[in-house]
């Protein structure tokens, strides 16, 4: 074997064994506490932001401040917030606190019992803070100043607040009993003040500039005074319209930009109608609303009515209404008896999907709609756009575009079973004829979509290897890749799947050019003719330098002429993160702005300012937020977690070697903060695919969903290793042992790491792989494998029952990696699964396999712990009632980070071994004792 070392230290400032006071190490009673920015924004003015501290679990904190970090309200509990389009107010909810909601829980409260969220509107320049409680929704226009909220107890005058309790408890009770399946609507000019209300409203809509708010109205039964319909109420003049009367379910309320026009999906049938199909209704606000496409109508498909459930949107110049239509549900025959009929699904081998995939998607399925088009103004014409046949279409951004996209892999979808994708057919529809033009006519592997303004269908060919454009003016399509004469598609592709394209960046306006990736460079393609230029000038490739962009401006869908862009970059080599700028017109070379041992997140820049809000982080700092105007000179805004500084943390440096046959290998070295070079260390190595690139990545300690909690074990004296991994096909198992144990073998080459005492974790992919290692060497004192595969041969036929879709495709064409059917190479199956070579395990081993897995077969844990078990060897399987392939609930994610800290303790530290691995836990026991208190053993 040949291996060789090298560790590329200096990434961090400080020495990893320089003299400091004792720190205590991590345990799990920390988690709780630490902290992590969210829903961060920044106003349109670019002069205030807004961001919430969270904790793991408890309440949280939103901060609003000005860009300078001058802190005008810390609101307890704040959530969802947003500013105003004219930056004069912030607007959020206020959640109940978490011990309320927990006590609710323990008493097992009814939902309308629970402790309800609040309300504010903060004014940042004049420093009031307005609370509304008990609100369960709000909307802020778009681009006014326009609230329009729902709250289950009424908004009481200042009046009444002087009122005799009884009075106002009067008032209270009788507005309260017209809520009862509505709820009361306030509807308040932030500007102006003096809010409306209305009662026993479901539903609302506050037009793009805030001019109108259209809502429905449900009166309970037996109330006088409260009419059921839809209303829309004029904000400017405070008056009351009803624009269709009558019980009923109102749904996908919509304006059109200018406020001009309304439309909405109805039905007022009786409540116990076995069938109600909906009806599209449309008002200039001249008078009621009329109906626009009613069930049945002409031109619609017998039998099909709009749907409640396809979305309703007007095109941006007010001339088109978007809508869905759909075949009518047939009505459940209520003369059935439930216990006396068959209840069963039954599989065909013709069908499209297979059963479990049908059923998972059944609640999609039923409220499925297809696209359809109609011009209110011009006497309600009305055009299918999709159907059937094609049943995705997809609108531009723009969506004035007279063509909508149109996707279909019909007759196509049996083979997902073993591609794992489908051969598409894309069409372009016009929104004014229906007339349909086919893109690709004998179909392709490829995902399609619609440039900006509609001009274009892009499209990467897996097959071609190649981005192509069709031009809907011309009807011609465009090799994109021709001219560039780069290769867009992953370079490192190691599975035998056709290679992923590195993506795309964005559009300019008028769909004037594209923005594609390959590896490393972005490249300016206009679509019409194909023209290529390569933006980044190759500094990317020359320097391994992976450039990448986002527009950084919510809601705008292009690049403008002018615009100035912010390039993320990456340094392949070291990992450090940065950013370089360009003009979208210039010729010159990307200019350097930072480039640094951090992580930057993406960029988000005010609407009206050349502002940006970030966050930077590093091992040793969490990601806290910025704001800048150039990435030199910026402003911390948050300072979270600084409790760190009390507890042992971590460093982490690459590490470099060659593998047994040559490969050149990359991983991260974790090492404690006080790692002393004179001690030897325990090591704990965890892989997934490949993992280096995030060197730089804040590791908070948290509860695990399975994975190794790097911070946690690095704090109380572990070294923690993950190599990247490299695949040849065919030998997932072998590429496995090829990098992770000769990279193990490397380290252990340094004095300062227990070569005796070293564990592997993995999850999932990782998971398999640990299965797989331990059958190869004995040099692994303990294993923890979740969710692993170990028998490939009966894995091959099962089910991803979270999406129902068959396991073959995953064998053959992705990460399992094996390139052939199990009847083609049975060989192959058989060399890579565990299973077949448990007798040679002779490292101690903890199984996660949940019974509510749905990526990997439970039974897969079950077949490598029972085998095991009959072999006498030590196994352990932890199976989480009711839980997912990661565990989701934090009370099972506390739980498992625990033993995994215990296990590992006992094997690789001598601790004495928990209750659970000395003796388990009786099923009698179950829910009385958990077995986590220490035994006296040892095993060193």
Same mark, same amino acid.
């Given at each position: ?50 961001? !919430?501290?969270?904790? !793991? ?61 609040? &309300? ?238 049908? &059923? ?155 923005? &594609? ?24 490739? !020359? ?99 600084? !409790? ?9 440096? &690459? ?286």
């Amino acid at each position: 074997m040949r291996s060789s070392l090298l560790l590329l230290t200096g990434l961090l400032s400080a020495p990893a064994f320089a003299q400091q006071a004792p720190k205590k190490p991590l345990d799990h009673s920390v988690y709780d506490q630490w902290q992590s920015v969210a829903g961060q924004r920044i106003s349109h003015n670019g002069k205030y932001v807004l961001f !919430q501290v969270k904790p !793991q679990q408890g309440d949280g904190t939103l901060y609003l401040k000005t860009a300078g970090n001058q802190t005008l309200r810390q609101i307890s509990r704040g959530d969802s917030a947003v500013f105003s389009a004219d930056s004069k107010y912030a607007v959020f909810s206020i959640s109940p606190r978490y011990q309320d909601v927990r006590q609710a829980r323990i008493k097992k409260k009814k939902p309308d019992q629970m402790p309800k969220d609040s &309300l504010g509107i903060y004014g940042l320049s004049t420093g009031k803070l307005t609370k509304y409680a008990d609100v369960k929704s709000f909307q802020l226009a778009e681009e006014g100043t326009v609230l329009a909220f729902l709250a289950t107890k009424p908004l009481l005058k200042d009046t009444l607040k002087k009122a005799p309790v009884d009075t106002v408890k009067k008032i209270t009770d009788k507005l309260l009993e017209t809520q009862k399946g509505g709820a009361i609507l306030t509807i308040l000019n932030l500007e102006k003040g003096q809010p409306r209300t209305f009662e026993a409203v479901t539903d609302y809509k506050v037009s793009k500039s805030g001019n109108k708010v259209a809502f429905a109205v449900a009166a309970p039964k037996g109330n006088k005074t409260v009419r059921s319909g839809l209303f829309v109420f004029d904000v400017a003049t405070g008056n009351l319209r009803q624009l269709s009367a009558g019980k009923g379910t109102y749904k996908n309320l919509a304006f059109d930009d200018a406020g001009k026009q309304l439309a909405f999906t109805a039905e007022k049938y009786p409540e116990k109608a076995l069938s109600k199909p909906f009806t599209l209704y449309y008002s200039d606000f001249a008078d009621s609303a009329r109906v626009l496409l009613a069930p049945s109508a002409n031109g619609l498909k017998k039998g099909w009515s709009p749907s409640g459930f396809g979305k309703v949107l007007f095109s941006e110049n007010g001339e088109k209404l978007f809508f869905g239509t759909a075949p009518d549900l047939i009505p459940q025959d209520t003369t059935l008896v439930e216990f006396e009929h068959a209840k069963l699904d039954i599989w065909n081998y013709k069908d499209d999907y297979l059963q479990p995939m049908q &059923l998972k998607n059944l609640k999609k399925e039923l409220q499925r709609s297809y696209l359809a088009v109609a011009y209110p103004k011009q006497g309600g014409k009305y055009i299918q756009l999709a159907d059937e046949y094609l049943q995705d279409a997809y609108m531009a951004d723009k969506k004035n575009a007279e063509y909508v996209l149109a996707v279909t892999d019909t007759a196509n979808r049996v083979a997902m079973q073993w591609q794992g994708n489908t051969m598409k057919r894309a069409y372009l529809v016009s929104t004014r004829t229906g007339e349909r033009v086919a893109i690709n006519p004998k179909g392709s592997k490829s995902r399609f979509q619609l440039s900006p303004g509609g001009q274009y269908a892009i499209w990467y060919d897996y097959n071609a290897k190649g981005w192509f454009a069709y031009s809907v003016a011309d009807r011609e399509t465009i090799n994109l890749a021709a001219k560039a004469k780069v290769d867009f598609t992953d370079e490192e592709n190691d599975s035998p799947t056709d290679p992923q394209p590195y993506g795309i960046a964005a559009w300019t306006k008028n769909d004037d050019a594209v923005l &594609l990736y390959d590896r490393y460079d972005i490249w300016k393609v206009d679509p019409k003719t194909g023209a290529a230029s390569n933006f980044t000038n190759g500094v990317g490739r !020359q320097q391994k330098l992976r450039f990448r962009y986002e527009i950084p401006v919510a809601k705008q869908d292009f690049i403008e002429p002018k615009d100035e862009l912010w390039l993320q970059v990456q340094d392949e080599t070291t990992k450090q993160w940065g950013y370089y700028k360009k003009n979208i017109t210039s010729a010159k070379a990307p200019q350097r702005v930072t480039l640094v041992p951090m992580a930057y997140s993406q960029l988000m820049q005010a609407k009206n300012a050349d502002v940006f809000l970030y966050t930077k982080t590093s091992v040793q700092n969490p990601a806290d937020l910025y704001v800048s105007r150039n990435l030199q000179k910026e402003t911390k805004l948050s300072n979270i977690n600084p !409790q760190q500084k009390d507890y042992n943390w971590f460093t982490a440096e &690459l590490v470099h070697w060659t593998t047994p046959k040559g490969y050149a290998a990359t991983g991260v070295l974790y090492k404690p903060e006080n790692f002393d070079p004179n001690k030897k260390y325990p090591m704990v190595a965890y892989f997934y695919e490949k993992v280096s690139d995030g060197l730089y990545r804040y590791n908070a300690p948290a509860p695990t969903p399975s994975r190794l909690d790097i911070a946690m074990f690095a704090s109380n004296g572990y070294l923690v290793f993950t190599p990247d991994i490299s695949y040849t096909i065919g030998e997932p198992g072998a590429s496995a042992v090829e990098f992770v144990n000769s990279g193990v073998e490397a380290l252990k080459k340094n004095s300062w790491v227990d070569g005796a005492h070293i564990g592997i974790q993995g999850q999932s992919w990782g998971g398999y792989q640990v299965a797989y290692l331990i059958t190869q060497t004995p040099m692994y004192a303990a294993a923890w494998a979740g969710a692993p595969v170990v028998n490939m041969t009966s894995a091959y036929g099962g089910i991803r029952w979270e999406s129902g879709m068959s396991r073959q495709f995953q064998y053959e064409r992705t990460q399992s990696r094996l390139g052939a059917t199990l009847w083609e190479n049975q060989d192959l199956y058989i060399r890579n699964s565990p299973l077949f070579y448990l007798p040679k395990v002779e490292t101690p081993v903890v199984i996660m396999a949940n019974d509510a897995d749905g990526a990997v077969p439970w039974y897969q844990g079950i077949e490598m712990f029972t085998d095991l078990r009959r072999l006498n060897k030590p196994v352990w399987l932890l199976q989480y009632n009711g839980e997912a392939h990661n565990l989701v609930k934090r009370e099972n994610r506390k739980d498992i980070s625990i033993r995994e800290l215990q296990f590992f303790d006992h094997y690789l530290k001598g601790a004495p071994a928990p209750v659970w691995l000395e003796r388990g836990v009786p099923a009698v026991e179950k829910g009385r004792n958990w077995g986590l208190e220490t035994s006296t053993s040892s095993v060193r």
